[in-house]
């Protein structure tokens, strides 16, 4: 690997840490910002909202934008970007700053994501070299969310809840300079329109699910609210899919969908991020709530799977890119994680010895089934296109992960709040993501299986064909 593809990696990686990061860092910082910045009970979750509803809205608009620009340009612009939003943010004199502000950070991730992960498509395309990259890429994204809990917590706790999102600035700069030694782009050839009208379509059914997925939390699924906004968003979607088909210049064109490989990532690390991140948000939880560790104790136990999911990225899934089929690593790892969740399901409310007898395996398990589904599914989805079809198969797997992963928490979440009990609960809600975990290893197999070579006519004993 030379200089300039390690300049590329660092400069991807880094910016992989800031999206990911900044889904977790914020939540532990928000109860001292609410009593900084006087945020209301019913107000608050728009500092997290905010940012969600951008990002998960905006990202095929930003993979369309990042083709366009060329997505060495896209990236730089997405780093300039979001460091600017993420200083206006820490700055913030009140809600409805920091609230603009967040917004601004999901604005600039939506076109920092998918040109990211398209300039690793495009720039490793030796089989071994892209084994490498895309297993250090996926271990840190991997990695993000735990470390953005830790981090939250330490910077909450012994500098300032503001230092949440001022730590962005120095490692977005940090990024943007290792892109300075990557050399030119060459400028896009010229495209046509934009398709205007799958783009307000994809923003708004993207954000009617993300935001319903986030007030089924305190509502409940069976509110109206809750319901007319998951309908409007699959009736929307549904549009956008019929307007796509017909456009000249589509968004998202079905042929990046419609590959049986790729279909298969996306519904692995969809499902992935469905079962894991309802799984952290119970582990802040329990060890929280019920064996009464403090915020930095409960990030720094969750630094477990970040070192696990690193090994599996980097020490597993790296290394075995091109010499096992893509399909086994992402069943192994599923299966993986499935092993760590049924792990907690054995937890009961007496239940002595937890942290080796079940956090340490569960946290293992899960970690190294993570990583070795990260890598495998983003090379997948790339795999074989080019020009603005990387751009947008690189923004609907991030859309992927994004609806996944609000899915998984408000989901999970509900199926917990319906048992009396706390650990009950958890392990209720732990027991559906195993499910979901084996059921996404079922449908990967079905999808990801290999296909048969069309048999050939059997020869003749004088070595001549038979004949129908």
Known sequence: MDLAHRRTLAAVSAAQLLVVLDGTIVNIALPT?????????ANRQ???????????????????????LGHRRAFVIGLAGFA??????????????????????????????????????????DPRERGRAFGAFAAVGAAGSAIGLVAGGLLTEYTSWRWCLYINVPIALLAAAAMAGTGRERRPAARGRMDVPGGLLSVAGFAALVYAFNEAEPLGWGAPRVLGLLAGGIVLLAAFVVVETRAPEPLLPMRVLLDRARAGAFVAITLMFVAMFGFYLFMSYYTQATLGYTPVQAGLALIVNAVAAL???????????????????????????AAGMFVLTRLEAGTTGVLGGYLLPALVLTGLGLGCVLPPTAALATAG???????????????AQQVGAALGVALLNTVAAAHTAAVPGYVAALGLA?????????????LLRPRRAPSRPAPDPDGSALRR
């Not at 939506?110 to 498509?121: E, F, I, R, T, V």
């Open 434 to 446: 195993l499910a979901i975990l084996l059921a996404a290893a079922l449908l990967t197999a079905l």
């Open 311 to 337: 090994a599996g990225a980097s020490l597993i899934a790296g290394r075995l890119h091109g010499r096992v089929p893509p399909g086994v690593l992402i069943v192994a790892g599923l299966l993986a994680a």
């Open 46 to 68: 728009w500092a997290i909202t905010a940012y969600a509803l951008a990002f998960g809205g905006l990202l095929l608009i930003g993979g369309r934008v990042s083709g366009a």
């Open 385 to 399: 296109l080019r020009g603005h079809d990387v751009g947008a198969a690189s923004a609907a797997y991030n859309a």
């Open 84 to 125: 600017a939003a993420s200083a206006l943010g820490g700055a913030a004199s009140g809600p409805a700053m920091l609230f603009a502000a967040r917004a601004l950070q999901g604005v600039f991730a939506a076109l920092l994501a998918p040109a990211g992960l398209s300039l690793l498509a495009t720039t490793f395309t």
């Open 33 to 41: 910002a609410q009593q900084a910045l006087g945020l209301t009970d």
